[in-house]
């Protein structure tokens, strides 16, 4: 099994203030666990959009962090 995974060609990602920031992010939008706030930081620190389907994350942000996105939104090109 992790060998088919590892040959997936997953890269693993941790940027420098990535936890610090997903903390920043976990007190500002009070968020009780910090594993949401780590898929923002990296979103953000990589300058990616982030898609979600966890709705309450993403109404809790909209507002402040527009490229978050709702996967209800998502429209096929």
Do not use: C
Not at 3 to 21: A, E, I, M, N, S
Not at 30 to 41: E, G, I, V
């Amino acid at each position: 099994m992790f060998r088919t995974f590892h040959l997936l060609g997953v890269r693993l990602l941790y940027p420098d203030g990535l936890h610090k920031r997903a903390w920043e992010l976990a007190k500002q939008f009070n968020r009780p666990q910090t594993y949401d706030s780590h898929y923002l930081a990296l979103a953000e620190i990589i300058g990616l959009e982030f898609w979600t389907g966890d709705e309450r994350l993403y109404n809790t942000v909209k507002h402040r962090l527009s490229w978050v996105k709702w996967l209800g939104d998502y429209q096929p090109g």
